[in-house]
């Protein structure tokens, strides 16, 4: 009977240290949560993350698997919808309150949501050249005309 091969130690050191520095680091963010002087009420910045953690949990996630449950074709398109998920969820709150500066005018004085939707056609486009990009080289491959 043959034995079963024993996995490599460097994967499992680097799954390791990877955790270490990750704990690492969020006891560094908490520390600096908790002793920061500017931050007058940390339970606002928690319940912020708890907001954000259901957020992408409960209505992100989902969003994104039934895209690829609808079974969009081609691993491009699918990865630019990603992108532009992510990309509205990032640029779409400061769209939203474009224009209300509450006397303060540097704050949020440029066109969010032109700008948003530019930065969404770009990488669009990029998408595109680069699918069509790959369906030229896979049909000279194939010898299609």
């Known amino acids: 009977m043959a034995r079963t091969p024993r996995p490599p130690r460097l994967p499992r050191l680097l799954r390791l240290l990877t955790a270490v520095g990750g704990l690492a680091l969020t006891a560094y963010g908490l520390y600096g949560l908790l002793n920061d002087h500017y931050i007058t009420a940390p339970l606002d910045i928690v319940e912020w993350a708890v907001g954000g953690l259901i957020l ?29 998920a992510t990309l ?27 700008n948003l939707l530019l930065v969404l056609a770009v990488t669009g486009v990029v998408a595109a050249l680069w699918a069509g990009t790959a369906a030229l080289l896979r049909r000279r491959r194939t010898g299609h005309r």
């Open 56 to 84: 992408h949990d409960g209505l992100w996630v989902p969003v994104v698997c039934a895209v690829g449950a609808l079974r969009v074709r081609g691993p491009v398109l699918r990865g630019w919808l990603i992108v532009a």
């Open 88 to 114: 509205t969820a990032v640029g779409l709150p400061a769209a939203l309150r474009a224009g209300t500066d509450s006397g303060n005018p540097t704050l949020l004085p440029l066109p969010y949501l032109r």
